[in-house]
T-cell receptor, first 111, second 115 residues
Framework: KQEVTQIPAALSVPEGENLVLNCSFT??????LQWFRQDPGKGLTSLLL?????REQTSGRLNASLDKSSGRSTLYIAASQPGDSATYLC??????????FGAGTRLTVKP | KAGVTQTPRYLIKTRGQQVTLSCSPI?????VSWYQQTPGQGLQFLFE???????NKGNFPGRFSGRQFSNSRSEMNVSTLELGDSALYLC??????????????FGQGTRLTVV
């Protein structure tokens, strides 16, 4: 059974800092990994989708990497802004059609 | 184009009642998945529908059921509500879903409170 872990659970940084969020998974037989952000009480907004054959994806100030063999993904946020404050979730799609989510990292960017 | 629409946004029900939640996927998307999100358990997969058929199911009791219509809209039903069913219910739509490597887009969710 796929287990997805995100570290740290919470992170607070000053505005302008670059930061890295971590996601690890136990079964490397995945189809893809997707990063989402969730604002309090809201749904999930898709940030980046990395297919299992890819190593990284970039969108604006966000860069996500995937190392399938070691069961790890990172989400790099450059020049953080207060508007980036949210909970960031990674989700892994495994071979059994089951998308498993980590518990998320709650990010606070202080002005 | 319009995003994923979930109705209602908020719902308060009494223990023992039943409830039906609705999800309209992005136009052209054929896969709809449902998730339950609680502070203690996080996001948990309920089931996925594709072309009106349940393609995958999570580990939830039979009180949780769903269906999908020919226009890809989906409904989720919970019968005999329990206090522990209080949660944010999210649906996600994707073009093909499953292991097709297509991106999943989520609705704003339905906040269900059982009293």
């Amino acid at each position: 059974k796929q287990e997805v872990t995100q570290i740290p659970a919470a992170l607070s940084v000053p505005e302008g800092e670059n930061l890295v969020l971590n996601c690890s998974f136990t079964d490397s037989a995945i189809y893809n990994l997707q990063w989402f952000r969730q604002d309090p009480g809201k749904g999930l907004t898709s940030l980046l989708l990395i297919q299992s054959s890819q190593r990284e994806q970039t969108s604006g100030r966000l860069n996500a990497s995937l190392d399938k063999s070691s069961g790890r993904s990172t989400l790099y946020i450059a020049a953080s802004q207060p508007g980036d404050s949210a909970t960031y979730l990674c989700a892994v799609m495994s071979n059994n059609n089951d998308m498993r989510f980590g518990a998320g990292t709650r990010l606070t960017v202080k002005p | 184009k319009a995003g994923v629409t979930q109705t209602p946004r908020y719902l308060i029900k009494t223990r023992g009642q039943q409830v039906t939640l609705s999800c309209s996927p992005i136009s052209g998307h054929r896969s709809v998945s449902w998730y339950q999100q609680t502070p203690g358990q996080g996001l948990q997969f309920l089931f996925e529908y594709f072309s009106e058929t349940q393609r995958n199911k999570g580990n939830f009791p039979g009180r949780f059921s769903g269906r999908q219509f020919s226009n890809s809209r989906s409904e989720m039903n919970v019968s005999t509500l329990e206090l522990g069913d209080s949660a944010l219910y999210l649906c996600a739509s994707s073009l093909w879903g499953g292991t097709s490597n297509t991106e999943a887009f989520f609705g704003q969710g339905t906040r269900l409170t059982v009293v």
